[in-house]
């Protein structure tokens, strides 16, 4: 797997998280265990990715971050 389509999956995994957390505090609809509630093992998994996937994606973030990556402050 080329290192875009793993950012792309990270990111998506981590927006998936945080749009699950805000209709939970919204809501108090948590829609990952709406849809994988049936399987806990495999929504347990999605949690995990998703944690798995924020820590990846802010450990690589200055490198792709246009704010982060700049040398010279503004
Ligand atoms: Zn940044």
Do not use: I
């Not at 093992?41 to 792709?64: I, M, P, T």
């Amino acid at each position: 797997m080329d290192k875009k389509t793993l950012h792309l999956l990270t990111y998506s995994l981590v927006v998936v998280g945080a749009l699950n957390w805000g209709l939970w505090g919204l809501f108090n609809f948590n829609l990952v265990n709406t849809l994988l509630g049936a399987w806990p093992n495999l929504e347990r998994l999605v949690y995990v990715l998703v944690g798995a996937s924020a820590v990846y994606d802010f450990a690589g973030h200055s490198k792709y971050c246009k704010y982060c990556g700049e040398k010279k402050p503004e």
